[in-house]
Structure formats: C-alpha cells, structure tokens
C-alpha cells in the first residue's frame, strides 16, 4: 500500500508538490499557516490539519516546503511542530532548499526524536513541478531513500541520491548558484541584442540554438521577453540562496567571484522591486539601467 504524507507549506513550489501526490493516488494531509492554500489542496483531495504535530500525526510521515531553514526549525520544533506529532521510527522529508550547516543542525534535532531525515531540495521550477517533471535531489540513508522514492516519483520525473544527509543541499545550492548566474549571464545578452537593434524573438531563438544557451535562458528569457516575469520564485529567495553558496565558497575555501557580484545584484533587485518580486525581475534592473 501506498505511504500516506503530511505536507506542510503549500506555497508556488509545496502546492504543487503535493498536488502531484493527490494526483498519484497518496493519501495527504495538509497545513499551511495561510488558509487559502489548503482549501485549494482539499478541492484536489487532501485531509486539512489545524497544525504540523496534527497533520504528522495522522500519518507518521511529514514532507515540508518551507521558505527559510528559520521557518522550517519552527515548523519542526515549535509548539505543535511536526517532532510533536511524528512517532518515532518516522520520516521527514525536507523538500525546502537549504544551506549544508543549516540541515545538518535540523536533521539531528530530527533524529533526537527519532525521526530520520531525508533531504530532498527540488530543482527546475514551478512550472516543471506543475506537471510532475521537476527534479529531486535526494541525502540520506539509501533504504529510507527506496521507502519513500514512490511519493518522491509522483512528484518529480528524476532523482538523485547524493549521499548522505547535507550532500543534497551541496548540489542545490551549487545548481542554484549556476542558475541566477545565467540568469544575470541571459539578461545582459538579452540587452545587448536589444541595444543592438536585433528582434528579441529572434535572438532568443538564435542564442537557444548556439554555443551560449542555458536551461536557464531558454526557460526563463521568455518570461522576461513576454513581460510577465512570472517565474513563481522570489528575490528573498534567490538571496537565501546565493547566501548559502557564498557560505559554501567561506567553508571550502573556494573563491565565487561571480557568485559574490551576482548576489550583489540581487540585492539591488531586491532594493528596487521587493524580495516578494520574481527573481526574473532582476532583468528589469539592467532595462532600468540602459532605461531601455
Ligand atoms: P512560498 O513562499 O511560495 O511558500 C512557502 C509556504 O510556506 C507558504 O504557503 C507559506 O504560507 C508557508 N509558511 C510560511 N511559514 C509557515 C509556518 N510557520 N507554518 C506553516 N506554513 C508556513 O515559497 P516556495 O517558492 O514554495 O519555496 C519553498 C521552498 O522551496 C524554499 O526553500 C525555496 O527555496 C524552495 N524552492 C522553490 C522553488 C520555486 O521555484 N518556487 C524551486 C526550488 C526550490
């Protein structure tokens, strides 16, 4: 039989995680601390929960999508936190996007209780993780691993075990760092091609086709070229992010120069448009600049 799931944090990337399990046939239990997400959640089948400690209760198993390793200590630890309510001998599944120190640190407040953790930080977007098609990247042990790759299947198209706990936010935050590097990398050519008098469309396609392409430019240059920018992730995000590679770079001694400018720059976007504006807005910045 199927495992049944808590979810807590049914935000752009838990919501639709967790719809993706309803869609499979899992039974969930959903809490969110605004309501308007789990009435969404239980049109599509899940059992609402008054809390974390309710909700992990019921079903022995807790996922979380929460979005700050803050938020998550609080959601697990707090007065009816997710470690009141799982027994022990059960699973969290930590889907948020963490920095290695901060897991770590989490994990073992887990398994104090007796609850062992599985890092599972998803990589592709919202709109792969609509569909089922984002994907994982899995720490921990390789049997809790094979327990729970049926749920974590129904959400994501591929995965992959890094290795044990932290190992996960390792590639995470290095996939993220890449990403809001091309990001940066795609905006500026994007200017040059417009400054240079070339149709956008055109050159999106061209550069999609050459040496220069990235997943990034090819997914997202189009959010920024049709004006909506909406990508479902923030700028506090992106910064949360860049924060924990450029902790990462501190602990391994290796020097992110670009890392560093592209995290300044995000700073800049989140000074002039929000950190609750799409990190695509972070374009926005360079048209401001050129006032193009
Ligand atoms: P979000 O802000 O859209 O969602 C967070 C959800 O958590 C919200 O629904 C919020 O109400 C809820 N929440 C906040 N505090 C809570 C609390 N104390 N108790 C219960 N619920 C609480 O964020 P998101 O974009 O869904 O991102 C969540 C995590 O996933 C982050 O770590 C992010 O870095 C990571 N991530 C996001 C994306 C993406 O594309 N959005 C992609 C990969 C990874």
Same mark, same amino acid.
């Given at each position: 039989a199927r495992l049944a799931y808590a979810f807590i944090g049914l935000g752009h990337l838990g919501g639709n995680l967790a719809a993706s399990l309803l869609r499979n046939g899992f039974a969930v239990t959903v809490f969110d601390r605004d309501p308007s997400p789990i009435e969404r959640l239980v049109a599509l089948g899940a059992t609402a929960a008054r809390s974390p400690a309710e909700a992990a209760a019921r079903v022995g198993n807790a996922i979380t999508c929460l979005p700050s390793p803050k938020v998550s200590e609080a959601v697990l630890t /707090? !007065?009816?936190g997710l470690l009141d309510g799982l027994a022990a001998g059960g699973t969290w599944i930590e889907m948020s996007t963490n920095g290695r120190d901060e897991i770590l640190r989490l994990s073992a407040l887990a398994l104090a209780k007796g609850v062992e953790t599985l890092e599972c930080p998803v990589t592709g977007g919202v709109h792969l993780a609509a569909v089922g098609k984002i994907t994982a990247l899995v720490g921990g042990d390789a049997a809790l691993y094979e327990r729970h790759r049926p749920a974590i299947e129904a959400m994501c198209a591929k995965s992959f075990l890094? &290795? !044990?706990? &932290?190992s996960a936010a390792v590639i995470k935050v290095i996939t993220n760092m890449l990403a809001f590097i091309h990001l940066v990398a795609a905006g500026e050519a994007l200017m040059l091609a417009k400054q240079g008098g070339l149709d956008l469309a055109q050159a999106y396609h061209a550069i999609v086709a050459s %040496? /220069?392409?990235s997943f990034v430019h090819e997914t997202e240059s189009q959010l920024v070229l049709n004006g909506s920018?909406?990508? &479902?992730? +923030?700028m506090d995000l992106a910064l949360k992010d860049l924060g924990f590679a450029l902790a990462m770079g501190k602990d391994f001694g290796v020097p992110l120069d670009l890392a560093t400018r592209v995290n300044a720059i995000f700073e800049q976007g989140k000074e002039a448009y /929000? &950190?609750?504006?799409? %990190? +695509?807005?972070i374009v926005k910045l360079l048209e401001d600049a050129v006032g193009a």
């Open positions: /707090g !007065p009816d890094m &290795g !044990p706990v &932290g %040496s /220069g392409n920018y909406d990508i &479902g992730f +923030t /929000g &950190g609750d504006a799409w %990190s +695509t807005r």
